[in-house]
C-alpha cells in the first residue's frame, strides 16, 4: 500500500472550534481550549501516523480582519501562511458565523487550488437548523470538495473526516518521526497550560496582556520519585494587572499555581514543582523584539 502524507491546515475565526477539533482528531491535547476568542497564539503542529499514511494536522489562530496591535498581526500572519503549504484545508464556520464578501479569508478560499472542506461546528446548538441552509450558501461562494457536520464540543459528526482526509492525502515521504506527536517542545506546553488558566481566572483585557515564558523546566529525582522543576514568568503590560495576576496578598497567583501544576502533572503525567513570578513589560504586544523573544517570529 503506498504511503500518503501530507500538511492539513485548519482556518477560520476565532472561537468558531478549530482548536477543539484538532484535539478531537489528535485524541490527545494539541491546544487551549477556551470559550474567549483568540486563545490560539501560535500555529501548532499535531502530528497523526499510522503505518500507511502521517498527517501533519496545523491548528492556526482565529483570523482577525483588522487586528489592533502588533501580536494580533502576527497572528494573522500565521493564520494565513496557512493557504501557502496546504495540501489539504479545513474551513471551520459555525452556525453562529458571519462573513463579508470581502473578507481575506473569503478571498484566499476562492483563489487556492488546494482541497478544501467546509466544517460547520457547533450544529448541537441549531435550535434553527441553519447548518443545512448555511451550507448551500457556503456551496453556491466556495467550492468546497467536502462538507462536515460537527459539534467539536460533543465529539460528534468526526467519525468520517479523518479518513476523508486520508483518501485526499497525495503519495508522500515520512515527514516526522512516526512516534512524534508534535512540533514543539515540552516547555511550549506549560507555557500554555499556565495561559490557559490565566484565561480561565482572570476577566476583561487581564488575560489578553499576558504572556508566560518558562525559564527553567527540569527533570529531577526527589525522595518521592521523579518530579520535574518549573520556574515560569507571567509578562504583563502594565503595573495594574501585575497586582491583578497576584491578588490579595498572593491569593489570585496561588490559586493559578495550584491549578496550573495540577493540569501539567495530567499532561506529563508526573509530580510537578511549580514556581510562579510576576513581570511588567510594558506594551510588549506592539514590540517587536518582544514578540520575537516569545517565539513570534
Known amino acids: ?32 481550549v477556551n470559550s474567549k476568542p483568540q ?29 489592533s496591535y502588533e501580536l494580533q498581526k502576527k497572528m494573522n500572519d500565521y493564520a494565513f501562511s496557512s493557504f501557502e503549504d496546504a495540501d489539504i484545508i479545513l474551513f471551520v464556520t459555525d452556525v453562529f458565523d458571519s462573513y463579508g464578501d470581502e473578507e481575506k479569508v473569503i478571498q ?17 446548538l441549531d435550535k434553527d437548523e441553519k447548518a443545512a441552509e448555511l451550507a448551500e450558501k457556503w456551496k453556491e461562494t466556495i467550492g468546497f470538495k467536502e462538507t462536515f457536520f460537527i459539534s467539536a464540543r460533543e465529539g460528534t459528526g468526526t467519525e468520517k ?4 482526509i486520508v483518501q485526499y492525502l497525495p503519495e508522500g515521504p515520512v ?18 497550560i499556565i495561559r490557559g488558566q490565566i484565561l480561565s481566572l482572570y476577566k476583561q ?10 525559564d527553567q523546566f527540569k527533570h529531577v529525582t526527589s525522595k518521592s520519585g521523579p518530579m520535574i522543576h518549573i520556574y515560569a514568568t507571567i509578562f504583563v503590560d502594565r503595573k495594574t494587572q501585575k497586582a491583578i495576576i497576584i491578588g490579595d496578598k498572593g491569593s489570585s497567583i496561588k490559586k493559578l499555581g495550584t491549578q496550573s ?11 510537578v514543582h511549580l514556581e510562579l513570578y510576576v513581570q511588567v513589560k510594558e506594551n510588549w504586544r506592539n514590540t517587536d523584539q518582544n514578540l520575537r523573544s516569545f517565539g513570534y517570529h
Open 108 to 124: 484566499h478560499l476562492k483563489s487556492t487550488a488546494t482541497p478544501s472542506f467546509l466544517i460547520i461546528n457547533k450544529t448541537d
Open 261 to 271: 501544576r495540577v493540569e501539567i502533572e495530567s499532561f506529563f503525567d508526573e509530580k
Open 175 to 192: 515527514y516526522y518521526p512516526k512516534d512524534q506527536w508534535t512540533d514543539k517542545p515540552e516547555r511550549f506546553f506549560v507555557s500554555e
Open 1 to 32: 500500500m503506498a504511503h500518503r502524507s501530507g500538511f492539513v491546515n485548519v482556518v477560520g475565526h476565532a472561537n468558531v472550534g478549530k482548536s477543539t477539533l484538532c484535539n478531537l482528531l489528535m485524541k490527545d491535547r494539541l491546544s487551549v
Open 161 to 164: 473526516l479523518l479518513d476523508t
Open 39 to 67: 486563545t490560539t497564539r501560535h500555529r501548532i503542529l499535531g502530528i497523526i501516523s499510522e503505518d500507511h499514511y502521517q498527517i501533519v494536522l496545523s491548528d492556526s489562530p482565529g483570523m482577525i480582519e483588522q487586528p
Open 205 to 214: 483585557e487581564v488575560p489578553y496582556s499576558c504572556e508566560v515564558a518558562v
